[in-house]
């Protein structure tokens, strides 16, 4: 069983949809949790860090469930320029570990 | 955007022959990583570096070597290619302890034929 792991999708929405991914990590001692961005043949670059608390940034929300090991980032009023593949990452003693994605496509 | 760049960007080599990637950033952050990314494993973290000289193994350093001879520079060497090292290499950097967020560059992606 992979550390962290995502459902690879597609998820294929209509523009203005709301959209939720979910991420499970299997090592209850994880600290740190994060969301990436990746677009095709690009860099993944930073989304949002994921704080015990929830946080939110514009249409994007993040959640941690500490009881059920998973992280979740919410889009809302999905944007076409949304469409990539989001990545969840774990830091666990240091090490930090990726799930291997979830592609979305916006449609318009 | 962090100010990382990776040399080459694109290669294609042979079964067999040594390989060095080069990671060069200008952000003078102390931590430095190389990763490999493949479809349906993600991102794997193949070695880091703490500072000069200062490095360790990640998940997947077999056949991996690396060097950080300046702050700002990152080496990756493949001392004997093979197909299994076909991938796409991204290097990143982050500014504090590895537990906080790290910043990649645009990647290398290395053919081994």
């Known amino acids: 069983r992979k550390e962290v792991e995502q459902d690879p999708g597609p998820f294929n929405v209509p523009e203005g949809a709301t959209v939720a991914f979910n991420c499970t990590y299997s090592n209850s001692a994880s600290q740190s949790f994060f969301w990436y961005r990746q677009d095709c043949r690009k860099e993944p670059k930073l989304l949002m860090s994921v704080y015990s608390s929830g946080n939110e940034d514009g249409r994007f929300t993040a959640q941690l469930n500490r009881a059920s090991q998973y992280i979740s980032l919410l889009i809302r009023d999905s944007k076409l320029s949304d469409s990539a593949t989001y990545l969840c990452a774990v830091i666990r003693s240091g090490d930090m570990r990726f799930g291997a994605g979830t592609r979305l496509t916006v449609k318009p | 955007d962090a100010g990382i760049t990776q040399s080459p960007r694109h290669k294609v080599t042979e079964t067999g022959t040594p390989v060095t990637l080069r990671c060069h950033q200008t952000?003078?952050?102390?931590?430095m990583y190389w990763y490999r990314q493949d479809p349906g494993h993600g991102l794997r973290l193949i070695h880091y570096?703490?500072?000069?000289?200062?490095?360790d193994k990640g998940e997947v350093s077999d056949g991996y070597s690396v060097s950080r001879s300046k702050t700002e520079d990152f080496l990756l060497t493949l001392e004997s290619a093979t197909s299994s090292q076909t991938s796409v290499y991204f290097c990143?950097?982050?500014?504090?302890?590895?537990?906080?967020?790290?910043?990649f560059g645009p990647g290398t992606r290395l053919t081994v034929t």
């Open positions: 990143a950097i982050s500014d504090q302890d590895r537990a906080y967020e790290q910043y």
């Open positions: 570096s703490y500072g000069v000289k200062d490095t």
């Open positions: 952000e003078n952050h102390r931590y």
